[in-house]
């Protein structure tokens, strides 16, 4: 029994002690991006242009896709701040493991922060906090539903597509309002690998992601089992 207690303790002890590693490292790189730094101006300035582009407004955005995008990219989205402390810590300490940098932990807004910065090109530690900075700015500046719409209009989805609209126009030749559930669900699954899951090149990698984000919307009781069932037997294109 002192045994299993002694475990648990010397867990919870290593976890509180990553924890609060995870939160120094969180409170250095803010304090490292200052307003008075380079990098920082030009993120703020970043924010500007997504202020000066025209994203797609809330009635243009069905209201399927942004449940499919939080259920597969973000299920904390609207409980967050724009970053995901645990998510950071987990992703962490995989890579430390496996000496990787295999998982990402980025939120919704991160990744607003990162397209719009850094164009989704800089890995860098640096690069890293400046999108943990913006993606806390942009949190303050603007409401979750003008980020999500931000972020559906900024994203790379494949196929020469920037945003939702274009790649509903790419893959299903027709506007985004009238995307199906299914189609809906396979361009949220996109963000994660739109060369290797675009549905015109590689079909069964495409339909493999829109049935795991189909699983996820269903788990967060967006859509029922039978729904799902119905957009999984859908052709991809």
């Known amino acids: ?7 648990a303790w010397s867990r919870t002890r290593w976890a509180a002690a990553l924890l609060a590693l995870a939160v120094t490292c ?4 803010t304090w490292i991006a200052t307003p008075s730094t380079h990098g920082l101006r030009a993120a703020v300035s970043s924010l500007d242009r997504l ?6 407004t809330r009635d243009q955005v069905p209201r399927y896709l942004a449940e499919a995008i939080v259920a597969v990219e973000d299920q904390n989205f609207y409980q967050d ?3 995901n402390l645990q998510g950071l810590l987990r992703a ?8 990787c940098e295999c998982q990402g932990g980025s939120t919704i807004t991160e990744q607003l922060a990162e397209d719009l910065y850094l164009n989704g090109n800089d890995h860098s530690i640096w690069g890293r906090w400046v999108d943990i900075v913006l993606a806390l700015k942009i949190t303050d500046h603007l409401s979750k539903t003008q980020i999500l719409d931000a972020y559906l209009s900024q ?3 494949g196929n020469g597509a920037v945003g939702a609209q274009q790649a509903s126009a790419s893959y299903f030749h027709q506007p985004l309002a009238r995307d199906s559930l299914a189609q809906l669900a396979l361009l949220a699954g996109l963000p994660q690998a739109p060369t290797l899951l675009d549905p015109l090149t590689s079909p069964e990698g495409a339909r493999e992601r829109r049935a795991a984000v189909l699983a996820d919307m269903v788990s967060m009781r967006f859509i029922s089992p039978s729904q799902a069932r119905r957009a999984n037997a859908a052709p991809v294109t």
Do not use: F, N
Not at 26 to 29: E, I, K, N, P
Not at 92 to 99: G, Q, S, T
């Open 1 to 7: 029994m002192r045994a299993r207690h002694a475990v």
């Open 155 to 157: 994203v790379y989805l």
């Open 81 to 83: 701040h724009g970053v």
């Open 92 to 99: 962490a300490v995989y890579d430390l493991i496996h000496r």
């Open 26 to 29: 969180l409170w250095a790189g």
């Open 51 to 56: 202020h000066r582009t025209r994203p797609l």
